[in-house]
């Protein structure tokens, strides 16, 4: 089981490295999300109470801690993308320009709209 997961998970990221890569892809941050990140903690985590991030700039953080923490070399496109996702679906704070613009195909794409 462990290594299906695995192999699904190397299929997904060689699929996310043939397309463009640009930042605010809720898309692609939610694919990364599923991918890197559901197997250690639930959705659960991002609803609690007691929010460590209290602004994008902190959800991002988060995502750059966790990314670190489980020793994942991500870009900061990546990061933009995976916390512009869960900023979108969860958290709803005002997102910089440059990371988090209007992209309806994509919110649509991340089941955000």
């Given at each position: ?80 993308d995976v916390a ?30």
């Amino acid at each position: 089981m462990l290594l299906n997961r695995i192999l699904i998970g190397l299929a997904a990221i060689a699929l996310l490295a043939l397309s463009p890569a640009r930042a605010q892809d809720l898309a692609r941050g939610k694919a990364i999300y599923e991918t890197r990140c559901i197997g250690c903690h639930s959705m659960g985590v991002h609803v609690r109470q007691a929010r460590k991030a209290q602004d994008f700039a902190g959800v991002r953080a988060q995502v750059v801690r966790w990314t670190t923490e489980a020793g994942g070399t991500w870009t900061p496109e990546e990061i933009d993308d995976v916390a512009a996702y869960l900023n979108e679906l969860y958290y709803r704070y005002p997102c910089p320009v440059t990371v988090c613009k209007a992209d309806k195909a994509g919110a649509a794409a991340a089941g955000g709209g």
